[in-house]
């Protein structure tokens, strides 16, 4: 491949993933970091089952998520977020757990309240399509959850 070609295709990458120094993706990673605890969870149009939800925790440090649940890591990623999208995009590359090596994609919403953080997602598997909205059904690949980090003092 051509040296010109090599630039060109850089150049094309660079523009098409978001910079995550920007300031709106910098708020927004900032808002997810530390422990969220879960209080609604949606797979593939079944709510989770509320001993799932009730042991569910995601903590996120320096843009890694991991999430636990009963304690054990159920999957651990990098995140990349897009907020300049409608609806604001999240990318999970996957560090560990079952998609290792892989990426799913999602969308999300963020609600700072006066009490607490919470955090809305949308997520698709691996082989599946970025979701539009927060929905699932059966055999959409998609889970939905809603994250909640209360905040001192409360």
Known sequence: MSVVLQILMAMLLALAVPDQGSQAVRADLAMMEGEFYLVAGEING????????????????????????????AMTARIILDPSKKPRELNYEMIDGPSKGRRQLGIYELFDNPKHI????????PDFDRPIDYSTSPG?????????RDKPGD
């Not at 089952?49 to 649940?69: C, E, I, Q």
């Not at 690949?141 to 909640?148: E, F, K, P, S």
Request: hydrophobic share 40%; aromatic share 6%; glycine share 12%.
């Open 118 to 125: 919470e955090l809305k997602l949308c997520v698709a598997g």
């Open 46 to 73: 079944q709510a989770m089952p509320d001993d799932m939800v009730k042991s569910a925790r995601r903590v996120t440090k320096n843009g890694v998520v991991t999430v636990y649940f009963g304690g054990q890591a």
């Open 140 to 148: 959409s690949g998609r889970t939905m959850t809603v994250w909640r």
